[in-house]
């Protein structure tokens, strides 16, 4: 038996990872001894599908496989894309001679300690004029930005972590390409404005490049960054390492296939390569385009459709089943996301000004929605009612007019629900940003709502807390605690700013003056705030454990940099509302769904900052091809995108673009190329997020949606629902 290889494209609801645990249940069955490789894209996934598959070996009565699964002694390794990577750097490690795991920078503590050292290394070369300058206009372009105090040596800190956070590969090319802005020709004016360096102040960006790159020699350390840079130049230029990993399994399942970004599938290149060349072995892909929505963390599904190209033996296959979604919601979706790319078509035709773009953009949306794609057939029973809805606010000339009739719909909207006892847990409000979460707040206010998810920096009298103690309070700040604080706490924060976080007090004595405070603000009716203080005392308890002589300005660092960015996963509470993101929401499911505003932009992209794309080598200048020359072979991609054909190139690379529709035609038409090819991945992006939505719900889905006062045009979601509501005429009693 030679080696399978099969796509399987699971729409919403289709039962995937159900359909996955089956799929490595049957290759453990047909044998025990062989390895499985399932790779998933978080570790909450990771472990639902090992649980699943538990279920499914004692649902088939399999209970010596199960047994040995919990035992460890089946050959199954479920692994985060993250994790594997850096499993396949320990992997190579040994063969290369290059620094082994127990080296590595892995805790946040070790390189805040990092971000210190260097930071005074540079403040004891302040001498010299060029870092002087360039540190002189980074610094006061922070304080206007930021419109508050800072510490200089903090600000030296911060620079230091933002820069650990970068690929080394994209900060190398970034200083290729500065050097060619400074050498150019003035004949490539028009690539230069094409290839823009991203917003670092060019000097300040040298000297802390060579200050790591010294630290990474000296000290024989490398950074977490590191680790994916050196595992894909591998695979650019050692492939056989990277093929050998595969001697420990004959199956590779990777789930969520579209969320795959280039860098990730160049490393996975050799490993696929080198099962579809051995006998008894599979490579399975899983996932769905229509929810590719992570463009901005550079997933592109194109590669999951596109698979086919690479391996002409892949087998296809669709799962046409939705075992989540009442027939009704089913039949609403399949009409609306069929009909959709006819609906755009004609749309299309009144915009004749920016007919090639739109048109590249259709022909994506009819590749990814066509029918066979979105067809689905519903497995759940009818047996209690449901329906899909759409209010249109028609007749609205002010902005408190708007709010008073979106107010008004919700309100009618739970009132509904309550009467066909959906309980609030079960009733979602989908939004696209999280400025609209604040404003759902403010439009049922007195409503118990629960955000899902909220960064700890949104605790207000956390992130006010931490602004006293960096020296950074405010106008706002000091509102806010002459309004809420009582005297105690600003007692117990001038304690914790002056003396109470002395880097020689015990860290269990520092630990307990920030419990203090949290104890004083629910004294002061603040328990709302109780979960997020929760969260963040846990991780500041193991924060001293780590580094038990750090004081306050340690502390500040690390909560600038990590802890107020610290998502917090709130548990649902049985009486309150949910609210979340839709990005937040794949995956999820609702007995009802509520969109509010179901009218961001469709044909809409805007490209306002450099972004990092690939670009075919064969379109650089001949400038800027002499400067990568001696590093060509480690920087550009092999593998060429299907989408790619049609220009040809001798491999891409990757860098900094800004691009319009106007880009100068002597760039041989490559800035119009790459900005058609960004326009259509925003305008799938904009339908995804729609299509994500309204196929969370089970019974009940509302969409609320302004008229469109232009007409005929479809650069919103609110004018094609404005000239297509007929759509919705049969879902609706």
Same mark, same amino acid.
């Given at each position: 038996m030679g080696s399978v290889q099969q796509v399987l494209l699971a729409s919403a609801g289709a039962g995937k990872t159900q359909e996955l645990a089956k799929a490595v249940s049957t290759c453990l069955a047909q044998n025990p001894q062989v390895g499985v490789l399932a790779i998933t894209f978080t570790r909450n996934a990771a472990?639902? !599908?090992?649980?699943?598959?538990?279920?499914?070996?004692?649902?088939?009565?399999?209970?010596?496989?199960?047994?040995?699964? @919990?035992?460890?002694?089946?050959?199954?390794?479920?692994?985060?894309?993250?994790?594997?990577?850096?499993?396949?750097?320990?992997?190579?490690?040994?063969?290369?001679?290059?620094?082994?795991?127990?080296?590595?920078?892995?805790?946040?503590?070790?390189?805040?300690?990092?971000?210190?050292?260097?930071?005074?290394?540079?403040? *004891?070369?302040?001498?010299?004029?060029?870092?002087?300058?360039?540190?002189?206009?980074?610094? +006061?372009?922070?304080?206007?930005?930021?419109?508050?105090? @800072?510490?200089?040596?903090?600000?030296?800190?911060?620079?230091?972590? $933002?820069?650990?956070?970068?690929?080394?590969?994209?900060?190398?090319?970034? *200083?290729?390409?500065?050097?060619w802005h400074r050498q150019a020709p003035s004949s490539e004016a028009a690539y230069k404005k094409l290839f823009v360096p991203l917003e670092t102040d060019e000097a300040l960006f040298d000297f802390l490049r060579l200050l790591l790159n010294t630290y990474r020699k000296t000290r024989r350390k490398l950074f977490l960054q590191d680790l994916q840079s050196i595992v894909l130049l591998i695979a650019r230029t050692h492939e056989e390492l990277l093929s050998e990993h595969t001697r420990f399994y004959n199956h590779l399942f990777i789930d969520e296939a579209q969320d795959t970004a280039l860098? $990730?599938? +160049?490393?996975?290149?050799?490993?696929?390569?080198?099962?579809?060349?051995?006998?008894?072995?599979?490579?399975?892909?899983?996932?769905?385009?229509?929810?590719?929505?992570?463009?901005?963390?550079?997933?592109?599904? /194109?590669?999951l459709l596109g698979f086919g190209d690479f391996w002409r033996n892949a087998h296809y296959r669709t799962l046409e089943a939705n075992w989540r979604s009442h027939p009704t919601l089913v039949a609403f979706n399949n009409h609306l996301y069929t009909e959709l790319p006819k609906l755009l078509k004609q749309g299309i035709q009144a915009n004749k000004?920016?007919?090639?773009?739109?048109?590249? *953009?259709?022909?994506?949306?009819?590749?990814?929605?066509?029918?066979?794609?979105?067809?689905?057939?519903?497995?759940?029973?009818?047996?209690?009612?449901?329906?899909?809805? @759409?209010?249109?606010?028609?007749?609205?000339?002010?902005?408190?007019? #708007?709010? $008073?009739?979106?107010?008004?719909?919700?309100?009618?909207?739970?009132?509904?629900?309550?009467q066909e006892k959906v309980p609030p847990d079960q009733t979602a409000f989908l939004v696209r940003t999280n400025a609209q979460i604040e404003e759902i707040l403010d439009l049922l206010k007195g409503y118990p709502l629960q955000v899902a998810a909220q960064s700890l920096g949104q605790c207000p009298s956390l992130a006010v807390s931490f602004r006293v103690l960096q020296g950074e309070k405010g106008p706002v700040e000091e509102h806010y605690l002459n309004t809420t604080a009582t005297p105690q706490i600003h007692r117990q924060l001038e304690y914790l700013r002056t003396s109470g976080l002395e880097?020689?007090?015990?860290?269990?004595?520092?630990?307990?003056?920030?419990?203090?405070?949290? /104890?004083?603000?629910?004294?002061?009716?603040?328990?709302?705030? /109780?979960?997020?203080?929760?969260?963040?005392?846990?991780?500041?308890?193991?924060?001293?454990?780590?580094?038990?002589?750090?004081?306050?300005?340690?502390?500040? !660092?690390?909560?600038?940099?990590?802890?107020?960015?610290?998502?917090?996963?709130?548990?649902?509470?049985?009486?309150?509302?949910?609210?979340?993101?839709?990005?937040?929401?794949?995956?999820?499911?609702?007995?009802?769904?509520?969109?509010?505003?179901?009218?961001?932009?469709?044909?809409?992209? /805007?490209? &306002?900052?450099?972004?990092?794309?690939?670009?075919?080598?064969?379109?650089?200048p001949d400038s800027l091809r002499q400067i990568l020359m001696p590093w060509q072979e480690l920087l550009r991609s092999q593998i060429s995108a299907p989408w790619q054909k049609s220009i040809g190139h001798e491999g891409?690379? #990757? !860098?900094?673009?800004?691009?319009?529709?106007?880009? &100068?035609?002597?760039?041989?038409?490559?800035?119009?190329?790459?900005?058609? +090819?960004?326009?259509?991945?925003?305008?799938?992006?904009?339908?995804?997020?729609?299509?994500?939505?309204?196929?969370?719900?089970?019974?009940?889905?509302?969409?609320i949606a302004k008229a469109d006062k232009r007409g005929g045009g479809i650069g919103y979601w609110q004018a094609f629902w404005t000239e297509n509501a007929k759509l919705l005429n049969s879902f609706s009693p």
């Open positions: 472990a639902e !599908l090992r649980s699943r598959i538990l279920s499914h070996l004692l649902q088939t009565n399999q209970v010596h496989l199960a047994r040995q699964l @919990l035992l460890g002694q089946l050959p199954l390794y479920t692994s985060t894309i993250d994790a594997f990577i850096r499993h396949l750097y320990l992997f190579v490690a040994p063969f290369l001679g290059i620094v082994a795991y127990s080296d590595l920078i892995v805790e946040e503590a070790e390189e805040l300690e990092v971000a210190r050292l260097l930071s005074r290394e540079l403040l *004891a070369q302040l001498h010299k004029p060029q870092l002087f300058a360039a540190v002189q206009r980074q610094f +006061e372009e922070a304080i206007t930005y930021t419109s508050r105090r @800072l510490s200089l040596e903090r600000f030296l800190q911060r620079q230091v972590l $933002q820069i650990l956070q970068v690929n080394p590969i994209r900060l190398f090319l970034q *200083a290729c390409l500065s050097q860098h $990730q599938w +160049e490393i996975l290149w050799p490993i696929l390569r080198e099962l579809t060349s051995r006998e008894d072995t599979s490579l399975t892909l899983i996932g769905d385009p229509k929810q590719s929505i992570y463009g901005w963390r550079e997933a592109d599904y /194109r590669y000004s920016r007919r090639p773009y739109y048109q590249a *953009a259709l022909e994506a949306v009819e590749t990814l929605y066509a029918p066979e794609r979105v067809k689905q057939k519903p497995c759940r029973e009818a047996q209690k009612s449901a329906q899909v809805r @759409l209010h249109v606010l028609e007749g609205i000339s002010s902005k408190a007019q #708007e709010r $008073q009739a979106r107010q008004q719909i919700l309100l009618n909207i739970l009132d509904f629900l309550r880097p020689s007090r015990p860290p269990l004595e520092k630990w307990w003056g920030f419990y203090e405070l949290f /104890r004083l603000w629910q004294e002061a009716g603040h328990t709302a705030d /109780r979960l997020f203080w929760s969260r963040f005392l846990s991780e500041l308890y193991l924060f001293w454990q780590q580094q038990p002589y750090e004081g306050l300005e340690a502390v500040c !660092l690390w909560w600038e940099m990590r802890m107020r960015h610290l998502i917090l996963e709130l548990p649902p509470a049985p009486d309150a509302y949910p609210v979340l993101t839709i990005h937040r929401a794949k995956g999820l499911e609702w007995e009802a769904v509520i969109l509010p505003f179901a009218e961001w932009p469709l044909f809409s992209a /805007r490209w &306002d900052r450099p972004l990092w794309r690939r670009v075919p080598l064969a379109y650089l891409t690379i #990757e !860098l900094p673009v800004k691009a319009s529709s106007q880009t &100068d035609e002597a760039t041989c038409n490559l800035g119009p190329f790459l900005y058609e +090819e960004f326009f259509t991945e925003r305008v799938v992006e904009n339908i995804n997020l729609h299509y994500v939505a309204t196929t969370r719900a089970r019974r009940f889905l509302f969409l």
